[in-house]
């Protein structure tokens, strides 16, 4: 594999926090390349030139970690194209500053609680994507109650749950319960049914996120978006 | 008014503007914010259907003459709303300030409605402001925008003391209906901005003032909705929720719609089409001709019925601004009252279909 495309492949890791979805996928990546010396150039794009620069900045300080850690790249140079704060998330990720630092006097802490309340709305859509096909297939709601992870047949839906609730300190193995709060507590009989309503709310809300974003970076640039309609 | 198949439907935009984005209104030394504001919006009109679209230099200022062709003649729209957006850091006259829409809403008093702003940040003078504004405009409702800027500062929330004065002064002044909109740069910045928990604490506390969010809390829908049902005072304004989706994502349209109806009720949702974003006409039509899909990945939303449209498109909103509505166009709506929605989550059947 060429050093570009280990590059790209790092990208690929990282997520759009809000809408958990690789920012490859997105095509917020406009280009990457990198030097026989190893220097990575990333130029990344956003849909709108005033969308939330807490997040473009997760975006940007993780493509510069991910790209950084690629063995055989040197330096890493990572541009946020046409946003009002551009100049400032990028020279901030390069200075390795912080959130803080980068927004002087704008932001009272770094972005780790932010960063969290968004994959427990991703681990909580996640379980209405687990779940959905099961009552589809004529599972009663009231079966998932006592479900265990290992139950579930295996699928990239599955795994990425696990994933985000591994990120959260969650339980993951096979002998987890399945439906769970944001805090990992299992959901109880009584709460099922509301339970199964919020988590698809979530996921409606995080799917169709990502679709206007993806309508609106089409109007920008002009790129064409595989997702859903 | 807008009849279909022996049904007729009375219209209210609930939000809409007539915006002055022209490049002699940027502030000098803010032009990239002015630019970028009105591209923003430039890229959400293209997600309308192809033939509705404008070139830019329309867009960044119509005329009065093409305003009532588009909301009037062609929009179907019988009563709207102006949602006055200041944005004075970036245009040097505001981007539509109430004292520019009222130019037209007096020329058409009965058609037009102009709603005003606070700003909590602006302190005593903003609450005479407030006062002086509420005599000259008649003001049944204001538009708060708490992401907007002012002296360096990048938003403020419903729950601020501050903010409190001013909704206590609304209800003095008879302003009932708050109408906010979250933006993405509220201060501080490392929170989430587009939170909505300052609507539940403000809306709880202020029972007698309605609290329609914007864009129902795009993009934060389930956020909104979870709050939202627990309040009776809090309703839905689907404006860029159907300009948005309707025509470039129908899916998530009816997935967001059937969100929306399931936890808010078509009691407390009303249509705005964000003229001049978009255009009125083809969201009217498009509300009249919608229809939950049959397959099983919808069958747990309710089904949209006439009643539920004409509710949407014009009769909540009529009730919460007073507006007179044709003898033949009435049906009871619960907007207004104090009733919780969505009383099917109360006696917990709801979930039962999930």
């Given at each position: 594999m060429s050093l570009q495309s280990r590059a790209l492949a790092a990208l690929e890791t990282v997520r759009d926090p809000e809408l958990d979805t690789s920012i490859v996928e997105l095509q917020f990546v406009a280009s990457c390349t990198v030097s026989a010396d190893g220097v990575a150039q990333v130029h990344l794009r956003l849909p709108t030139f005033f969308c939330a620069p807490n997040f473009a900045f997760l975006m940007v300080a993780d493509a510069y970690d991910a790209v950084s850690a690629v063995e055989g790249v040197s330096n890493a140079e990572i541009i946020l194209e046409d946003h009002f704060a551009s100049p400032t998330i990028n020279d901030g990720v390069a200075a390795r500053a912080g959130f803080v630092a980068a927004f002087e006097g704008e932001a009272q802490g770094e972005l780790d609680e932010l960063r969290l309340a968004f994959i427990r709305k991703a681990m909580l859509a996640g379980q209405d994507r687990v779940a959905r096909p099961l009552l589809a297939a004529g599972r009663e709601p009231s079966e998932l109650a006592d479900m265990r992870l290992g139950d579930v047949p295996p699928s990239a839906d599955l795994d990425r749950l696990r994933e985000r609730r591994a990120e959260l300190g969650i339980a993951a193995d096979d002998d987890a319960v399945l439906l769970v709060d944001d805090k990992g507590a299992a959901i109880g009989l009584d709460a099922l049914p509301l339970h199964l309503r919020r988590v698809r709310s979530t996921r409606v809300n995080i799917e169709a996120n990502a679709g206007h974003c993806l309508s609106l970076l089409a109007t920008r640039y002009g790129v064409g978006s595989a997702v859903e309609n | 008014m807008y009849e279909k198949d022996g049904e007729k439907y009375f219209v209210v935009d609930t939000h809409l503007h007539f915006w002055d984005a022209s490049k002699e209104n940027w502030v000098p030394g803010a032009e990239n914010y002015a630019k970028g504001w009105i591209d923003c919006f430039y890229g959400y009109h293209q997600l309308a259907p192809p033939e509705t679209h404008w070139d830019w230099e329309h867009y960044l200022k119509v005329s009065e003459e093409d305003f009532v062709k588009d909301v009037f003649t062609d929009g179907y729209v019988d009563v709207a709303i102006f949602q006055s957006t200041y944005l004075t850091e970036w245009y040097k006259t505001g981007f539509n300030t109430a004292a520019q829409n009222d130019v037209l809403t007096k020329k058409y008093p009965d058609r037009l409605i102009t709603n005003g702003r606070f700003d909590p940040r602006d302190g005593d003078a903003g609450l005479k402001q407030l006062e002086a504004d509420a005599a000259e405009f008649n003001l049944k409702g204001v538009k708060l925008y708490t992401a907007e800027w002012n002296k360096g500062s990048r938003g403020w929330k419903l729950t601020d003391p501050e903010a409190y004065r001013f909704l206590e002064r609304c209800q003095e002044l008879g302003i009932k209906n708050i109408h906010v909109h979250k933006g993405?740069?509220?201060?501080?910045?490392?929170?989430?901005?587009?939170?909505?928990s300052d609507v539940d604490a403000a809306a709880t506390d202020h029972p007698d003032l309605n609290f329609i969010i914007e864009h129902a809390g795009i993009p934060r829908i389930d956020d909104f909705c979870y709050m939202a049902v627990q309040e009776p005072n809090v309703y839905a304004g689907c404006s860029v929720v159907i300009g948005a989706l309707?025509?470039?994502?129908p899916k998530f349209f009816n997935r967001v719609m059937g969100e929306l109806l399931f936890w808010v009720g078509e009691d407390r949702m009303t249509f705005g089409s964000d003229y001049n974003i978009w255009t009125p006409k083809w969201q009217v039509e498009g509300i009249v001709d919608w229809e939950m899909p049959d397959d099983d990945a919808f069958s747990d939303y309710p089904r949209p019925t006439v009643a539920t449209k004409k509710k949407i498109l014009g009769l909540n909103a009529a009730k919460l601004y007073d507006i007179p509505v044709p003898a033949e166009c009435q049906l009871p709506t619960d907007?207004?009252?104090?009733k919780q929605p969505a009383e099917q989550l109360v006696d917990d059947t709801a979930g039962a279909q999930a």
């Amino acid at each position: 594999m060429s050093l570009q495309s280990r590059a790209l492949a790092a990208l690929e890791t990282v997520r759009d926090p809000e809408l958990d979805t690789s920012i490859v996928e997105l095509q917020f990546v406009a280009s990457c390349t990198v030097s026989a010396d190893g220097v990575a150039q990333v130029h990344l794009r956003l849909p709108t030139f005033f969308c939330a620069p807490n997040f473009a900045f997760l975006m940007v300080a993780d493509a510069y970690d991910a790209v950084s850690a690629v063995e055989g790249v040197s330096n890493a140079e990572i541009i946020l194209e046409d946003h009002f704060a551009s100049p400032t998330i990028n020279d901030g990720v390069a200075a390795r500053a912080g959130f803080v630092a980068a927004f002087e006097g704008e932001a009272q802490g770094e972005l780790d609680e932010l960063r969290l309340a968004f994959i427990r709305k991703a681990m909580l859509a996640g379980q209405d994507r687990v779940a959905r096909p099961l009552l589809a297939a004529g599972r009663e709601p009231s079966e998932l109650a006592d479900m265990r992870l290992g139950d579930v047949p295996p699928s990239a839906d599955l795994d990425r749950l696990r994933e985000r609730r591994a990120e959260l300190g969650i339980a993951a193995d096979d002998d987890a319960v399945l439906l769970v709060d944001d805090k990992g507590a299992a959901i109880g009989l009584d709460a099922l049914p509301l339970h199964l309503r919020r988590v698809r709310s979530t996921r409606v809300n995080i799917e169709a996120n990502a679709g206007h974003c993806l309508s609106l970076l089409a109007t920008r640039y002009g790129v064409g978006s595989a997702v859903e309609n | 008014m807008y009849e279909k198949d022996g049904e007729k439907y009375f219209v209210v935009d609930t939000h809409l503007h007539f915006w002055d984005a022209s490049k002699e209104n940027w502030v000098p030394g803010a032009e990239n914010y002015a630019k970028g504001w009105i591209d923003c919006f430039y890229g959400y009109h293209q997600l309308a259907p192809p033939e509705t679209h404008w070139d830019w230099e329309h867009y960044l200022k119509v005329s009065e003459e093409d305003f009532v062709k588009d909301v009037f003649t062609d929009g179907y729209v019988d009563v709207a709303i102006f949602q006055s957006t200041y944005l004075t850091e970036w245009y040097k006259t505001g981007f539509n300030t109430a004292a520019q829409n009222d130019v037209l809403t007096k020329k058409y008093p009965d058609r037009l409605i102009t709603n005003g702003r606070f700003d909590p940040r602006d302190g005593d003078a903003g609450l005479k402001q407030l006062e002086a504004d509420a005599a000259e405009f008649n003001l049944k409702g204001v538009k708060l925008y708490t992401a907007e800027w002012n002296k360096g500062s990048r938003g403020w929330k419903l729950t601020d003391p501050e903010a409190y004065r001013f909704l206590e002064r609304c209800q003095e002044l008879g302003i009932k209906n708050i109408h906010v909109h979250k933006g993405p740069t509220i201060w501080p910045l490392d929170k989430d901005a587009f939170d909505a928990s300052d609507v539940d604490a403000a809306a709880t506390d202020h029972p007698d003032l309605n609290f329609i969010i914007e864009h129902a809390g795009i993009p934060r829908i389930d956020d909104f909705c979870y709050m939202a049902v627990q309040e009776p005072n809090v309703y839905a304004g689907c404006s860029v929720v159907i300009g948005a989706l309707m025509h470039a994502r129908p899916k998530f349209f009816n997935r967001v719609m059937g969100e929306l109806l399931f936890w808010v009720g078509e009691d407390r949702m009303t249509f705005g089409s964000d003229y001049n974003i978009w255009t009125p006409k083809w969201q009217v039509e498009g509300i009249v001709d919608w229809e939950m899909p049959d397959d099983d990945a919808f069958s747990d939303y309710p089904r949209p019925t006439v009643a539920t449209k004409k509710k949407i498109l014009g009769l909540n909103a009529a009730k919460l601004y007073d507006i007179p509505v044709p003898a033949e166009c009435q049906l009871p709506t619960d907007a207004g009252e104090d009733k919780q929605p969505a009383e099917q989550l109360v006696d917990d059947t709801a979930g039962a279909q999930a």
